[in-house]
DNA sequence: CTGGCGTTAGAACGATCACTCTAGTAGAGC
DNA sequence: GCTCTACTAGAGTGATCGTTCTAACGCCAG
């Protein structure tokens, strides 16, 4: 069994996707994590906002593993998009629609309402551009065309999250994803060749 | 002064697009609205979710007959699309980055939670998703193919709402919509040569 | 065994939540 | 005038919210 302060995060992370920041009490994450009030406050003195932050970060760095493995794998930058957005398609489906992206989630929540967990979410969307940029900058595209390139792929992700979700229809994502993988294709073949 | 049913839908749409379904109480809703707790429950006794549904509905109505005019003066639909995401990139700076719209936010919050209003929102989207596809197939893309495109544009903008909020930049929009014109224009040009 | 410390346990706190209920107002029809 | 109906008013409901607090536990050092 996993130390106490990690079953905390996890559970908090499995909540916040499901039901976002707002929707989730501390009683249902620390009954999640099989752990009392007195360790939450005692590992997170900050309270709920300290926990979310945590969330962001620990979430954030696992997706960003999880998309620099694709993109190892994929023999091109188009083959990466199209197996991230099919690996989201996937992990949707066998969870039966309830498992998305809990730094999306968050994000929208409390943009207006608590400025560190802004910075949080936007760090990560920061990471996660900067990987998918570098991406795109190896074939051949300009800096300023690459990240707008990565900003969109996540723009579209993120969307294609909530239509899927609401639609409980795993295929709309994956007709994003194919959507996508062939903006990347013309984008990345003008790059490299102009 | 509007009716006082108005007055609470309204004020409970500009509170949701700010802090989401869960972030937002009905006395919040109440006190924008200068209505009281037995005004509300006249005219929503199902509480929060009929007054949610309803507010999904409204403004669905409301953004796709911008949309509609939008395409109607657009010349081309490539200049729409352009026209769309700009017109989100000023709103977005126009409200200092509050505003933006109550059913991307509402849909994530609630797709697992309240069955009628995930399909509340489903609805919406599906009149948007409808409309784009329309336009597109006029430039001689196949039905298949631009619902594709009309759901990868809406995902592409509710993604962009995310990102833009969360780092305070409505040029991240911008960037988020020059991709998704010169995706159309692609797209459409190939549909109508071929 | 004894102290000290990191952690756990969970009762208790005031605030606020969505919602109910009774009383009252205002205006139309007679 | 009277009555009926639509709407307003807001105190009050129990439940639950995030958080605080005191007490105790387990374990290692001396």
């Excluded at 976002?20 to 620390?30: A, C, E, L, R, V």
């Excluded at 994803?177 to 102009?194: D, F, I, L």
Aim: with cysteine; hydrophobic share 45%; aromatic share 8%.
């Amino acid at each position: 069994m996993a130390e106490t302060r990690d079953r905390l995060v996890a559970s908090a992370a499995e909540l916040f996707q499901r039901q976002g920041f707002n929707g989730t009490s501390m009683k249902q994450i620390t009954d999640g994590a099989n752990a009392t009030t007195g360790s939450l406050y005692h590992f997170f003195p900050g309270g709920k906002n300290e926990l979310a932050a945590e969330v962001i970060r620990t979430s954030g760095a696992g997706y960003l593993e999880l998309f620099q493995l694709v993109t190892a794998v994929a023999t091109s930058s188009a083959q990466a998009i199209s197996m991230l957005f099919e690996g989201a398609a996937a992990t949707l489906e066998n969870s039966d629609f309830v498992d998305a992206c809990p730094i999306f989630t968050v994000a929208l929540e409390v943009a207006s309402a608590d400025e560190a967990l802004r910075t949080a979410c936007d760090s990560v969307f920061a990471t996660w551009t900067a990987t998918a940029t570098a991406m795109f900058r190896k074939d051949g595209m300009t800096p300023k065309a690459a990240d707008a390139l990565a900003t969109t792929i996540i723009a579209a992700l993120g969307g294609a999250y909530i239509l899927a979700r609401t639609a409980r229809d795993a295929n709309r994502m994956r007709a994003i994803g194919r959507n996508m993988t062939a903006h990347v294709e013309a984008a990345t073949a003008k790059g490299s060749s102009g």
